[in-house]
């Protein structure tokens, strides 16, 4: 059995097809898996390190705001768009798979369009409430359409057949030893907080997350892990310094990096996440039963990041600030409040495990070999 994933842009899109992909490998060691992508994209990045061969495809999304970068941007995805299609067709053909799976992203679109034209089985995977465009594009051409959730049939054709699966989930979130990683790490009568603005990063929230360290600075019991991501990871140690924390690399309690590649170690580890609430996080939330300060990013289509946090927050399984009431002092102040109550952080935290979908990576994976057969 030959498989062929195609994802890009964020981690959101990437990690999904990661998760589907391991499980698949459990299900059958033999089965050849080739994931494609942006050579610019994350997913360059992310896929070998997950041990999985890349192939790349030149491709960029477009940009709706007007200006000069833009502009320029957008005609370079015109370009791009012109010879994804001969490069598509030279990846399935090399590959041969017997079924393509896209997770979203506008690198998804040519290849698994381009396999569907081929007569390749296909399928497409939707993470959040409000469907992507990739999604909404691919949804006319594929042969499977698998959503995460229910609500989001309504916004896509009225004429095909929707299949819910949950979100994907690397397996290791439901099975990280906390135990051994937290002694590992040295967290004995520790709270572990970890914290992400998203695989870029997020300006505000890398503020806010600077003045928590400040706050907590100095305190024993509190041992942080922070991503600024890709746009800020120069930026950090001067919002740090800003904050009178100008030493933080010789703090044993603070772990600051630009992206986490161990996800689900880190997830083990931690007593309260805060971060976004893009849906394979949520995902990641619930499989590992974490106690979270969801911050929704307002820069998504129809403030999805919003809704997927309230789903959360209605079963008392996560607290939400929205970024308009972002500030450090909120932050640190909701903070206290949850590590004050070890009970009610442990208690937000198995709400969140009993909203987990265990068996989306079997459902899926089943889907992928129903098209294979």
Aim: proline letters at 5%.
């Amino acid at each position: 059995m030959r498989v062929l994933f195609v994802c890009g842009g964020t981690g959101g899109h990437i990690n999904p097809a990661l998760a589907v992909a391991g499980h698949l490998k459990e299900k059958d060691p033999e089965v050849k898996i080739l994931f494609a992508g942006s050579p610019l994209g994350m997913e360059a990045n992310l896929v070998p390190k997950a041990g999985y061969d890349f192939a790349p495809v030149k491709v960029k999304g477009f940009q709706r705001q007007l200006s000069w970068n833009n502009i320029k941007n957008n005609l370079m995805a015109l370009v791009y768009l012109t010879t994804s299609g001969a490069r598509s067709r030279q990846i399935i053909k090399e590959f041969q798979p017997g079924v393509v799976m896209g997770t979203g992203g506008y690198a998804s679109g040519p290849l698994v369009r381009q396999a569907a034209k081929m007569g390749i089985p296909t399928l497409t995977h939707e993470q959040n409430a409000f469907p992507g465009v990739t999604t909404k594009l691919l949804s006319r051409y594929v042969d499977k359409i698998l959503l995460a959730v229910e609500d989001a049939k309504k916004y896509l054709p009225a004429d095909k057949e929707y299949i819910i699966t949950g979100n994907p989930v690397r397996g290791d979130f439901f099975t990280a030893d906390r135990k051994e990683i937290r002694e590992k790490l040295g967290l004995e009568g520790k709270i572990c907080v970890l914290s992400f603005g998203g695989s870029l990063g997020a300006q505000r929230v890398n503020e806010a997350i600077a003045q928590l360290m400040a706050h907590t600075r100095g305190r024993q019991d509190i041992y942080h892990i922070h991503a600024t991501g890709k746009f800020g990871a120069e930026a950090f140690p001067a919002l740090l310094a800003e904050k009178g924390v100008k030493d933080y690399q010789k703090d044993p309690d603070l772990d600051i990096r630009e992206y986490i590649y161990d996800m689900p170690q880190c997830f083990a580890a931690a007593d309260l996440v805060i971060g976004r609430s893009g849906a394979s996080t949520l995902g990641e939330l619930e499989a590992a039963g974490k106690a979270s300060i969801l911050i929704p990013s307002p820069n998504v289509a129809e403030n999805h990041q919003y809704h997927n946090a309230m789903a959360l927050v209605r079963k008392d399984a996560a607290l939400v600030i929205e970024e308009k009431d972002l500030t450090g002092e909120a932050l640190c102040a909701m903070f206290d409040e949850l590590c004050a109550d070890p009970q009610r952080l442990a208690q937000i935290g198995e709400n969140a495990r009993a909203m987990a979908i265990a068996d989306a990576n079997d459902r899926i994976c089943n889907e992928i070999l129903s098209l294979v057969k």
